[in-house]
């Protein structure tokens, strides 16, 4: 076995390597018993075709070409797993309407879309499983060497499901291999998971009300998150880092080494994009008749050579831009981090189970395929509420208002373009005939009951 390179660049003694002499060479770290690893399962020619072809495909894309043969590190991941309960507290929805106002700049009645909101009038709950196979945003990169944005990428593939004990003959390559020490604590990849859990909760609750009431929008959602079963297990991902030299920074690009997922900043061509540019704004420029001041002139500098400029210029420093943006998050987290606590070894720190994951994401798609509310279907069987723009909880009177604004928008006499008469008709009877089963509170009782008028 050859020796191994640590990420401090400091050699350790040869074939006397150990994974407790490891652990604590970063100040700490996750127990050798607990650790896992995804073993290398891919050729480096397989991993360089797969970074050609990520920099190489597009019109804009510039085709990057590597200095040197690509690196081979297994990089640290916690990788998390919870029982999520979240109660949606408070909302309120709304339904886009059109109205006519009085104008009185043009003396006229003109129609606009208007929103009308009305508060959620009950709590709704529910209790979700999370696990990493279903949620690639829950396998956070467990340490500050490279920016976590590229490096995440690598985890939108299956390969977590090949994840194995780790052991020093995962090291055995004729390449050398590093290992890049565990970094953040368990306690900041629960912070992050809950950050994610939390945004994904609300945009779940946000289709939800929407679908569940038959409304448009939703505004002022406040959803209570908590986790329960939390378990986070560390695990080693295989990884051929390319690193691409452009304008004094080095740009890197990250490649799976069990299933070739990748993750990079790319290069555009800003001569194209300049290009592209110049002949759109040539076009508006001669579709609008120029920008209306300076004559010829000031709409060829301002209206075509500007902003020409302005966006090959961006385009040409985009990678350096966003690698300073990522930077910058860096710094943020690793202030961030000094608030969590300093310990690596919890009840809730565990080895990772495939199996457990595995029955975790099968279960967690089954629900989603089973929930009554992706579909709307089961508690409107004819679409009455649905035609209506209303939820099944609406109030006589909102039934009602719906019924009025939509009479008066299909009404037939507002048409005089016969196919446009017909199809307003047509509209017209469908919402005539649910108003007159849902206006009528023994009709309605009966159809949310069997579903017959």
Request: charged residues 20%.
């Amino acid at each position: 076995m050859r020796c191994l390179l640590n990420t401090y660049k400091s050699v350790l003694p040869k074939c006397r390597w150990s994974l407790h002499t490891f652990r604590y060479s970063s100040s700490g770290g996750p127990s050798e018993k607990k650790l896992k690893a995804i073993p290398f399962a891919q050729h480096v020619n397989a991993a360089s075709e797969t970074f050609e072809r990520y920099h190489g495909s597009g019109f804009f894309s510039v085709k990057l070409s590597q200095s040197s043969p690509p690196e081979q590190y297994f990089l640290p991941f916690w990788v998390v797993s919870a029982t999520v309960h979240s109660t949606i507290e408070q909302a309120q929805v709304g339904r886009r309407t059109i109205r006519t106002h009085y104008n009185p700049a043009t003396k006229k009645n003109e129609s606009r879309w208007d929103t009308d909101w009305v508060w959620v009038p009950h709590k709704h709950s529910f209790t979700r499983d999370y696990s990493p196979l279903a949620h690639p945003k829950l396998q956070i990169y467990a340490s500050h060497r490279y920016r976590r944005g590229l490096v995440e990428a690598i985890t939108q593939g299956p390969a977590l499901e090949s994840a194995i004990s780790f052991s020093p003959s995962l090291l055995d390559s004729k390449e050398l291999r590093g290992i890049d020490p565990f970094a953040i604590y368990p306690s900041t990849a629960v912070r992050f998971a809950k950050s994610y859990i939390q945004s994904t909760e609300e945009k779940v609750a946000d289709e939800y009300l929407r679908q569940v009431y038959r409304m448009d929008e939703t505004r002022f959602l406040k959803v209570n998150v908590r986790l329960e079963n939390v378990i986070v297990s560390p695990v080693y991902y295989p990884a051929y880092i390319f690193s691409v030299n452009y304008l004094g920074r080095t740009l890197r690009t990250f490649v799976n080494g069990n299933d070739l997922t990748v993750g990079g900043t790319k290069v555009y061509n800003w001569q194209r994009t300049a290009m592209v540019s110049a002949a759109g704004m040539a076009t508006i420029m001669t579709m609008t008749g120029g920008i209306g001041w300076g004559g010829a002139s000031g709409s060829f500098w301002l209206g075509i050579v500007l902003p020409t400029v302005a966006v090959s210029m961006l385009t040409l420093y985009y990678p350096i831009i966003s690698l300073r943006i990522r930077d910058l998050i860096r710094d943020y987290e690793i202030r961030s981090m000094a608030h969590d606590p300093s310990t690596w070894d919890e009840d809730w720190v565990r080895g990772y189970a495939a199996y457990e994951d595995q029955e975790r994401s099968r279960t967690w798609r089954e629900e989603r395929a089973s929930q009554s509310w992706y579909t709307g279907t089961n508690a409107d069987p004819k679409g009455y509420y649905r035609t209506l723009n209303v939820s099944p909880n609406a109030s006589q009177s909102e039934i009602q208002g719906a019924f009025r604004g939509l009479a008066m928008k299909y009404h037939p006499d507002r048409y005089s373009d016969p196919e446009e008469k017909k199809q307003a008709k047509v509209k017209f009877q469908s919402i005539s005939a649910a108003y007159s089963v849902l206006r009528d509170a023994r009709k309605r009782q009966v159809y949310d009951q069997s579903g017959s008028d």
